[in-house]
């Protein structure tokens, strides 16, 4: 017999204008979101429906807390199988569709946790971890949309470190600030935020690819393009390390990460390398230098074209 939990909250309607809902735009849509011993929680609906902006509206705290559960339920697996997380960030995204009659549901939920660990060896047993962390996620086996992850992992060993200690506090600092800047440098490449990229890019940015080598005085790949004619969706199984850091200077390398569309299906393999700098706003990116592999994605597709027996 299974054990079961209550959970009890109080919502109460803060936006009576004097007039009550005499009409669809004489009332707002704030409200508190209380419980006892708990610090309340000020919310209103989507801004597309008149909502308040700088309070949370439900779809978001639906996206938060299939976000949470899924967290700590990594934390715990992590914990158990000897996995040492010291970090863990996870940009999510949900999607819902509107119907023509007002009414709507979320179609997905996508999870894209960064995870830092303290040691390297343990990124693909961590990598692992979602999988079951997912399978066991209280609100995710609740809803009846997908939920998705796309999880990467960093690891946060300096091998120049020459251990813990007040002497070398700086390093891990270091390591972090880099850390954070690049999940930013990620997060504005997958959602085709040029700006964004800019803000983590220290111009002229030395490129390197496919052995050509130039000085660049705008980002020289663009999300958007890559996105209308490749078809790139979104990038998965990112795994990389803060490998060496310095009072002015930090290397990053990109192991492995597999661009796909967005029925999952593989384009290519990238990795990089990039060079960092301490700047006066920030840690920024002043060299790359990727390499791209498509012949993955051209294998699986000869193998699935022999599979299905379509003409070559």
Request: hydrophobic content about 45%; proline content about 4%; overall charge negative.
């Amino acid at each position: 017999m299974p054990k079961l939990h209550t959970y009890d909250a109080i919502v109460t309607w803060t936006g009576d204008r004097g007039t009550g809902t005499s009409h669809y735009v004489a009332y707002d849509r704030t409200h508190e979101i209380t419980a006892a011993g708990r610090p309340a929680i000020a919310g209103s609906s989507d801004t597309a429906f008149r909502g308040d902006p700088k309070r949370w509206n439900p779809e978001q705290l639906l996206v938060v807390s299939l976000a949470q559960c899924h967290m700590l339920w990594y934390l715990h697996l992590a914990a158990v199988a000897g996995v040492v997380v010291t970090g863990y960030v996870d940009r999510a995204v949900g999607t819902m569709a509107e119907q023509a009659d007002g009414g709507g549901q979320f179609v997905e939920v996508m999870l894209r946790p960064t995870v830092t660990v303290s040691d390297a060896a343990m990124a693909e047993r961590a990598m692992e971890l979602h999988d079951r962390a997912h399978e066991l996620c209280f609100i995710a086996r609740s809803v009846n949309f997908p939920v998705r992850h796309e999880a990467s992992i960093g690891a946060a060993a300096d091998p120049t470190d020459g251990g813990a200690g007040p002497a070398n506090g700086w390093r891990a600092a270091a390591a972090a600030a880099v850390r954070t800047a690049y999940e930013r440098y990620l997060d504005a490449f997958t959602h085709a935020d040029l700006a964004a990229i800019d803000a983590v890019v220290a111009y002229p940015l030395a490129h390197i690819s496919q052995g050509d080598a130039r000085l660049c005085d705008a980002f020289p790949i663009d999300p958007a393009e890559l996105r209308r004619t490749s078809g790139w969706h979104t990038t998965v199984n990112a795994r990389y390390d803060v490998v060496a850091v310095s009072p002015e200077k930090a290397h990053v390398i990109l192991y492995r990460a597999d661009r796909v569309r967005a029925d999952g299906s593989l384009i290519e393999t990238v990795a990089a390398f990039y060079a960092f700098t301490r700047t006066d706003q920030g840690w920024k990116i002043f060299a790359i230098s990727d390499l791209v592999d498509a012949t993955t994605a051209s294998r699986r597709a000869r193998a699935d074209v022999s599979t299905r027996g379509d003409m070559p």
